[in-house]
């Protein structure tokens, strides 16, 4: 489980490496909401089951959201949907 008192745990900080090598130069913020959904389906007891992402990156102008959601997918590779049960992305080009 994360511990409460540190700000990212290792699949965070996976998550926030993988982004950021994909997106260059993109502006991204990754909230763990885990403890939002402790107790509920998808809950491993980790600390690391639910993320928000809000992620601005020029290279998205021009492509509709489920481009860009598919994109941020496969930055992620198998963390969602094996370590990761739920991830809400907003993806937006600047200026949106």
């Known amino acids: 489980m994360v511990n409460p008192m540190s700000s990212k745990g290792p699949v965070q900080q ?17 909230s763990n909401d ?4 402790h107790g509920h389906a998808g809950d491993d007891g980790s600390g690391e089951s639910h993320f928000s992402l809000s ?13 860009r959601q598919r994109m941020v ?8 949907g094996q370590r990761v049960h739920a991830l809400a992305i907003r993806a937006t080009a600047p200026g949106e």
């Open 34 to 37: 885990s403890a939002k959904h």
């Open 55 to 67: 992620i601005e990156w020029a290279g998205f102008q021009g492509m509709n959201r489920v481009m």
């Open 73 to 80: 997918n496969k930055a992620l590779g198998d963390l969602p």
């Open 14 to 30: 996976e998550m926030e490496s993988l982004l950021a090598a994909a997106f260059p130069d993109a502006h991204f913020a990754l």
